[in-house]
């Protein structure tokens, strides 16, 4: 059963959410929103943040704190949907109603609601958490293309990929850096990462080699999560 529990002040970090103490409550307020937007045309890829399958987590809808929820999160409007189970018709929430969001074992923060003014309306995902906390944004676009294109072209592979539909969902991505909570700091790759902390360039890139030199290889977002993690040691 799913329960629904009071969420303490906004300033309380969302680590504590796991001492609340839950009470049995009608979650019928949860889907009283609008259907969720169907995009009724053919096209590839999906609006999703990441996968189209949704998972089961936590979020707090206008200050309340709801558990065992299926949901996913439309990255083109940037709203939560939600669900009572698969199947049912799924109803997309109003972003600035949703303060957070925990799908699976991935945390959503909206930022803009944490005070963060230079925050764009919607959902910030946190990669790591510490003294510096790495944000990564996801936001998809309609476009079109008279080209079959996918994968890099797109930004993501759609394992189910149709020649000939010329319309398709594009994955933008953006990261940020957080320090002690304070604003958000974009940065465009791992070198304009590691600017950011000029004390521990040296160390940064030594660390670094050695992960490569030891055969591993990694992703642009694993080599960020890599450098903040080893920063906040």
Not at 85 to 95: F, M, N, R, T
């Amino acid at each position: 059963m799913m329960a629904l529990v009071s969420h303490p002040a906004p300033a309380q970090d969302y680590q504590e959410l796991e001492y609340f103490s839950d009470s049995a409550k009608d979650l019928s307020v949860l889907f009283r929103g609008r259907q969720a937007v169907r995009y009724d045309f053919l096209y590839n890829g999906n609006c999703f943040w990441k996968e189209a399958s949704y998972r089961v987590g936590d979020i707090i809808y206008r200050g309340k704190l709801y558990r065992g929820v299926e949901m996913n999160l439309d990255a083109v409007l940037q709203s939560p949907l939600v669900r009572m189970h698969a199947g049912a018709v799924s109803i997309g929430l109003y972003p600035s109603d949703v303060e957070y969001m925990k799908i699976g074992d991935n945390v959503y923060e909206n930022l803009a609601l944490k005070g963060h003014q230079e925050a764009k309306e919607g959902f910030y995902e946190m990669l790591t958490d510490g003294e510096y906390r790495l944000y990564k944004r996801v936001d998809k676009r309609v476009e079109t293309s008279v080209d079959n294109v996918n994968g890099s072209e797109i930004g993501y592979e759609d394992p189910l990929y149709k020649d000939n539909i010329h319309t398709y969902f594009k994955y933008f991505p953006t990261y940020y850096l957080s320090h002690n909570g304070g604003p958000l700091v974009r940065f465009r790759n791992k070198g304009s990462l590691i600017k950011l902390f000029p004390e521990h360039k040296k160390a940064l890139r030594k660390h670094l080699s050695s992960i490569s030199d030891s055969g591993v290889k990694l992703e642009s977002e694993e080599s960020f999560i890599e450098i903040v993690k080893f920063v906040c040691q």
